[in-house]
């Protein structure tokens, strides 16, 4: 299979579907639900030595054993803001009037500027379906819609852009400041592969299905062509575990992909990166000697696995958006590992970067031609070129759409994500997202899903920018100033500080009405672009990574909200300047240090502090320390020689000196291997229990670590030991 590289494109696929849209779940499996102190998991040790770590999180941290456990409290870095003091959503101006002003891309790309693939937004999604999770099902608090605004250009029959309020935490929000719940764990601990209960996992695991996930295979269960299983697979869908399901799915929820996170099939690009690492943890099952029971083969496996993604994360993801953490000191009990609000709710939602389209290209003889046939029905491009194939899926046919994934097969879409640049991270939001998110069409015309010709096609407008910007309302963020504080940074004093640009003025042009031009539909037209090279380019061209519009971002902001005192978090994190060598802005930057340093430096079990990984890796010759390209190779029909070593930036791209295969950011080494008969590395702190060689019950904690970070961080021990493991 061939893989080309690309920079352009159409459209743009989903980061993080954290709006509030409905969905419909499948009945909850049965079986027995995991004990909190349990934390859904055996309690026997991994080869009678090892201490297996909890499915929920919980006894991560001996000392508060619900620290970045599932079902906690999202924790606060700054103070909460609500109207009352209590939980009512402050005012502020209209969110889909601010889209349209500041979010709206007007179909124009605009792509990296630093050259990182699609992997930014795919893996960012799958990292985020791993450590946070709010409780949607909340009140219904519909954003007002205003079909007669001048710059609407959607139709929209349901009168609002529908938003409902996340569950208030027990407790909270009544006599004191409402909080919401997690109700994923805080960790990177491959919870969207293996699920937080006994009850998912006994499901997901090959064999009997009667609660106790113990007695199962060591292999995750899949279909015969190596995906994911289907909710009717063990014949009695009603059985399976809760999936989210929504548009194209609706129609058939037992035909949703099962898998540890409840929201596996709400991107196809997501689905596949689910599906990669179901297979990574059976091809590391099938590696393991015989002598090892099935038991032990799913708990080394799962191992191996969470140190895997912990690896990408820290070597390749976040280097490739510009984010480097202090060198990694080891484990710190007093760190609080919880995911932040202030990340969850503004930093993390990065939509901006989610490109239109998946396109690759890959030899024609690997479809049937009723396969091409059936892609194109739904709307699919497909261009033959003799022997290859072009196929390219718009954005839109790519949710709640697990059939498209086994349809392209993976490897395909492993090369498509790989070698298309991802969209400028910036205030824009493409339509399909900030418009039509999980809208079906209402016309079969696959030009209808894409471009100008958009709002003919669609009857409804769900808007992820306006859900993101009010979500900070509903959760009580600071505004951007406030944020900015609460995590040491000093405020801005104006406009043009935000953003960069050279004023905050609307421009005297006889195409804008005076006194009205935030109104003006002219404000948004784009007047100059620059390719990567810095080089002026056009719209056709599709290779922009700069853009100039009529009006500057500064300028509506003022129009918008007045004073710089007033501007929402979110729209103000998107609006920033980006720092030297990154994707993102100041604050961006700042809230994505906190919690990806708080997630390692707070997990007991973190890869550089497992003495698992390297037993493993000594006994059974695994290695956990692989690249994303590693892992695709080992798992698809893409061989190794046909990927970039680093699959998160376009070779040749710009700032290539940082990030693995660069020169790694975390370049702290592992605990070092001890000779072979010891089998074990010796502890020079808390870490994974071992049987043979007990670490420390309590570990002094690290003040050069936790004074890096806010004072919100910092943990109080209760008094608990290590369980033991045996």
Partial sequence: MRLTLRRSGMRRSLLTALAA???????????????????????????????????????????????????????????????????????????????????????????????????????????????????????????????????????NTLGVVPFNRSVPAPGTGVNNTRQQLNTETSFLDAEAVYGPSDSRLDWLRAGSVDGNPDNNSGSLLMTSGNYLPRADQRGKPSAAPIMAVDGRLLSTPTKAVVAGDVRANEQALLTSVQTLF?????????????????????????????????????????????????????????????????????????????????ETDTNISRYSQATLDALKAQGVEVVPNGADVTIAVPDNLLFFNPNIVEQIQLGPIMAGITGESGYRNDETIDNQLRSILFRVPTSSNPDCLDGPTMPQCFSGVVDLGAIDLQRGRDHGMPLYNQMRNAYGLASKNSFTAITGESTDAFPSDPLLTPGKEVDDPNCLDVIALFDINGNPTTIEADNATRVVRRCTVAARLKAIYGSVSNVDAFTGMMAEKHLPGSELGELQTATWKDQFGAARDGDRFFYLNDPLQSFVRNNFGIDSRRTLAQVIAANTDLPANQLPANVFRLPGAPNMGQGFGEGLVDAAPEPAPVAPAAEAVAATGQTRHDNRNPSPARQTPNPAIIAGYPSARQLHRRGRRCRASG
């Fill in 21 to 155: 849209v409905s969905v419909v779940s499948l009945v909850v499996a049965n079986g027995n639900s995991a004990l909190a102190e349990d934390g859904g998991v055996s309690d026997a040790p991994i080869l009678g030595i090892w201490e297996a770590q909890s499915l929920n999180g919980v006894n991560n941290n001996p000392d508060v054993p619900s620290a970045g456990s599932a079902n906690t409290k999202y924790l606060r870095i700054g103070p909460a803001r609500y109207a009352d003091g209590r939980s009512q959503m402050v005012s502020g101006p209209n969110a889909r009037s601010v889209s349209n002003r500041i979010f709206n891309d007007i179909h124009v790309n605009v792509f990296s500027e630093r050259g990182v693939t699609q992997w930014s937004n795919v893996w960012g999604q799958f990292v985020d379906h791993n450590i946070g999770h709010r409780d949607e099902a909340g009140t219904a608090a519909d954003i007002p819609f205003n079909a007669n605004d001048p710059m609407e250009s959607f139709r």
């Fill in 278 to 358: 179901a297979r990574e943890h059976n091809r590391i099952v099938a590696a393991l000697p015989s002598s090892v029971s099935q038991q032990d083969k799913f708990q080394i496996a799962r191992a191996v696995v969470i140190a895997e993604i912990q690896y990408i994360t820290y070597n390749e993801f976040l280097p490739a958006m510009g984010v480097s953490l202090p060198a990694y000191q080891g484990y710190d009990p007093s760190v609080d590992p919880s995911t932040a609000h202030e990340f969850a709710t503004v930093g993390y939602r990065a939509h901006s970067i989610i490109h239109g389209e998946m």
